[in-house]
């Protein structure tokens, strides 16, 4: 990998759109850097791109999926003779290994694991169609934005003008451009439904402080920054109306796998009346999954918690218990909105005929 200022040339805006193919490589804005500096690192080996997405320079379901399906076109660059089949099906293990609760990832690897079988008689790996599978997921990813918008913000309007809380980071950072939930706020706040958004930090890694709070700045959403603990001094102000978030997976009775925290959040909204929207494409699902009790929760690194920087903040050998997500019950979620639709008080059934 190697950091590079941004080239306006290669790309939109970076805020629009920090994931990008320039020049047979990959360039991710790193996330982890935001908002004090803006820098790209060009990817240049599916390793690299696999690295990335664990180390979170990209993160958000959406985008790590796009960026997977990128990586398998770095994997297949250059590679010829007989073993190239077996050498991308490795490639697309390793990129699959580096973060195993959002399950967009698995549906892009899968589509890019379409185009290698179709090809795996000829004798180098088919690249061009590759990268045209890598770019049709990222376009599509940000029609579906729009539409998620449209939709989310049809439903804020049946309550009317209100002030709403996100947690996390679900904007054009997380995702291919707009954003899920963020996007649905960015949607609403356009046609005037919503007075102010409520930003949880996210901890620990501080998404809502960083990423969030950067995004609503740079478009002039007016934004508050709280800490995660006074989620229900202001949730019983009155003045939100929707607790608002995205999704890393969707079990088939609507249970959802989301950044940890939410679980709490649904339960502090339902106490005082403040309704919850869960926003995610189609590719969040998992109908293989009958419920949150079998979504695979992702841990991490102690240190995440046990140091701010180099600095220590908690006693040397303490046992940490770090999950990135925990899963909210069906029960507590008021609507999921998806590019398809909106279900309402999502349960199996209802999520099936949608999804059918």
Known sequence: MTTMTIDPVCSDPIRIN?????????????????PERQELLRITSADDAAKAISDMVVRGAPAIRIAAAYGVVLAAQGRTGPAWHDQLKEAIDHLGASRPTAVNLFWALS?????????????RPPVAALLEMARTIHTRDKTDNLTLGRLGSELIAR??????????NTGALATGGHGTALGVIRSAWAKGLITRVHVNETRPWLQGARL????LQQEGIPAVLAVDSAASLLMASGEIGWLIVGADRIAANGDVAN??????????????????????????????LESGATIPIETRDARELTHQGERAVAPKGIEVFNPVFDVTPATLIDAIVCEHGVIETPERGSIARLLA
């Open 18 to 34: 920090p994931i990008r193919w320039c020049d047979d490589a990959l360039e991710l804005l790193d996330q982890r850097v935001l």
């Open 111 to 123: 589509r890019m694991s379409t185009v290698i079988d179709e090809y795996r008689h000829e004798p």
């Open 159 to 168: 309550e009317g003008q209100c002030s709403v809380m996100t947690h996390c």
């Open 212 to 215: 969030t709070a950067w995004e």
């Open 259 to 288: 950044k940890i925290g939410t679980y709490a959040l649904a339960v502090q909204a339902r106490h005082h009346g403040v309704k919850v929207m869960v926003v995610a494409p189609v590719s969040t699902f998992d109908l293989s």
